[in-house]
């Protein structure tokens, strides 16, 4: 029973994987952080995606109460007034560096084409591009997170299935 | 004394990036492909690491580099992105190449940003490489001819300070007059990139000794000039 929830729930993982790569919201990248993933180095992939969203929230100011609610409706504000495009602009910078490096595709361009606006201070293609960013940036928190809470049921799962192997084999 | 094959572990890297998250991903990297890693987030840290003293100058009285080495640990290589607040990967590269103890760790910079300006700029300033980020673990198996070099070159000049040391006492006829056929480019020079010398001839004990003097004694020998060569993107 328990092995048919581990296989269960491996597919699901791969069908997810496979629909956010389908859709552009993770690139090559991502398969290169699980490629790094290893006994040695068992969480990598979580590890660094989570100090990915624990950075990025540095980015935004936030309005009220915590960010990004598990229904996908996300709270975070980056600053509305844009009263200072340089510093938004190295912000801009780092966090598109760092969407790049975990893979994060779309929120990556979003942060593009938000530098470009800013670079020529258009206050309304700021506007537009900060929901597009928001938008992406809680699409991809949400499935991330449902990723891993996956990946966590899975080791649970696998965990708990070894100890009956063990005793068939003690029987032998 | 021969180099085994896969001794990467001996291989100290020093990575330098301003960003945490990158600075996982390289010491994974880095790891993963068995070197030895230490990471810093500025510029200045990785001067401070390397035990790098402002006031050094090439003394042509002392050949063969100051004994006295300022690095408390050894690096092999330094990866450095270009990017960084306050002092950048190419302000760093510039340092590493003016001191005297470091300018013969090879540099590698870093960039998320594909600047070709940006990358004939580092590569003529001494850089070995320019990855685009983010790196893949491909990129990396370029480094190690890099770090071979230097782990021969040193291990050629603590040779040859020995046999230096014992030719002092025997006397000084035997001692043939300092030719230099010069595979070395002189300063201001034509662009001939010079040859990576065959690691068979680096082993050899015949022509160390001239070679040493050549490296040592030179006042004029600035940092390698990288002419002709095809930027790497």
Redesign the interface.
């Known amino acids: 029973m328990l092995g048919w929830g581990v296989d269960r729930l491996r597919a699901d993982m791969s069908r997810l994987l496979a629909i956010l790569f389908h859709q552009g919201v993770l690139d090559e990248?991502f398969l290169?952080?699980q490629?790094?993933q290893?006994e040695?180095?068992p969480n990598?992939v979580s590890?660094?995606v989570n100090?990915?969203f624990h950075?990025s929230e540095k980015l935004f100011t936030k309005s009220q109460g915590p960010t990004c609610k598990t229904d996908g409706y996300c709270d975070c504000r980056l600053d509305r007034e844009f009263s200072d495009y340089k510093k938004m602009g190295i912000h801009l910078?780092?966090f598109?560096?760092?969407s790049?490096?975990?893979?994060a595709n779309r929120v990556r361009n979003v942060c593009v084409a938000f530098r470009a606006a800013s670079e020529q201070n258009n206050r309304a293609g700021c506007l537009r591009a900060l929901e597009l960013l928001e938008h992406e940036y809680c699409y991809l928190k949400n499935k991330l997170h449902e990723l891993f809470q996956m990946e966590q049921q899975r080791v649970l799962a696998a965990g708990a299935r070894y100890p009956l192997q063990q005793q068939q084999q003690q029987q032998h | 004394m021969a180099i085994t094959g896969d001794s990467r572990s001996q291989f100290h890297v020093l990575a330098v990036d301003d960003s945490l998250i990158d600075r996982k991903l390289i010491e994974r990297l880095l790891k993963t492909s068995s070197y030895q890693v230490t990471t810093v987030d500025s510029g200045s840290k990785a001067l401070k690491f390397l035990g790098f003293q402002e006031d050094e100058q090439g003394n042509p009285d002392t050949p063969f580099g100051s004994p006295n080495n300022h690095q408390e640990v050894e690096v092999n290589l330094i990866i450095t992105d270009y990017c960084m607040p306050g002092m950048t990967g190419y302000d760093l590269l510039k340092k590493v190449k003016e001191s005297s103890s470091l300018r013969n760790i090879p540099v590698v910079i870093m960039s998320s940003e594909n600047v070709p300006s940006r990358i004939t700029r580092c590569l003529e300033e001494g850089a070995e490489e320019f990855f685009l980020k983010p790196v893949r673990l491909s990129d990396l198996n370029r480094l190690k001819p890099h770090m071979m070099k230097t782990k021969i070159k040193n291990q050629k000049q603590e040779e040859d300070q020995e046999e230096l040391k014992i030719s002092e006492i025997q006397s000084d006829e035997q001692q043939q007059p300092v030719q230099l056929p010069s595979p070395q480019p002189q300063p201001e020079s034509q662009p001939q990139p010079p040859p990576p010398p065959p690691p068979a001839l680096l082993l050899q004990h015949n022509n160390n000794k001239r070679k040493a003097m050549e490296e040592g004694l030179s006042p004029d020998r600035t940092r390698p000039r990288y002419n002709g060569i095809p930027t790497m993107v």
Do not use: H
Not at chain 1, 100 to 103: C, F, L, M, P, T
């Open positions: 990248q290169q952080l490629q790094l290893d040695s180095s990598f590890e660094v100090i990915y950075e910078n780092q598109m560096g760092s790049s490096s975990i893979g």
